[in-house]
């Protein structure tokens, strides 16, 4: 994706928003202080335009990059067709193994890599579609995930991450059971929802 590539060099576009608009205030505050030093506060109220137009150009450049997410994992899921909804979707970036990670205008941690989980529950099994997006090398993933009801096991932990020199907290969910393979995937981090739903995973086998 290209506009992955950009990003990069931001980090953060906050930073770039609040300081262009400190510099549009100094150039204005120059003007109307003196007039005769107009020849300063020029290129500092222009430095400052620059600035939040690049800010607001990234900025919009976050709900692009979500964008591009989306459609890459609908185009994944075109073709397949449920009666049942999940019972939790799951829409986060993973940070595993890659190094280009920032804050968007939000200040939440994203990277290149997307993934979205889609878990299933009924009486016989917990069932976890795990879609996964890496704009970096624009490919994309898909793996399945069947745990029987009355043997799976779920829990969550958490994890720090360096983004634009910020450490930021994030949570994991993991499904194991014996005899299956057991999957991780990203969740939102402290979130009630998640700790019901783990909850409710784990209290399964005692209703059967």
Do not use: H
């Amino acid at each position: 994706m290209k506009n992955s590539k950009i990003l990069r060099y931001f980090k953060n576009t906050l930073p770039l928003i609040i300081i262009g608009a400190v510099l549009v205030i100094i150039g204005i505050l120059i003007y109307w202080y003196s007039f005769e030093i107009w020849v300063l506060g020029t290129p500092i109220a222009v430095a400052g335009v620059v600035l939040l137009v690049i800010g607001f150009a990234l900025k919009q450049s976050d709900a692009n990059y979500t964008a591009y997410f989306e459609t890459k994992v609908e185009e994944m899921k075109s073709g397949q067709s449920r009666e049942d909804e999940p019972i939790y979707k799951s829409t986060e970036y993973s940070f595993d193994g890659n190094k280009y990670s920032k804050l968007d205008s939000t200040q939440k941690p994203r990277s290149e890599i997307f993934i979205e989980t889609d878990l299933y529950m009924d009486k016989k099994q917990v069932r976890a579609e795990i879609f996964t997006v890496n704009a970096a090398d624009e490919t994309t993933d898909k793996k399945v995930f069947e745990f029987p009801i009355e043997s799976v096991t779920a829990s969550v932990r958490e994890e720090s991450v360096r983004c634009a020199g910020a450490e930021k907290k994030i949570s994991k969910l993991t499904l194991s059971a014996p005899d299956c393979q057991s999957c991780e995937f990203p969740v939102r981090y402290n979130d009630i929802d998640v700790d019901q739903l783990v909850g409710k995973i784990n209290d399964a086998k005692n209703r059967i």
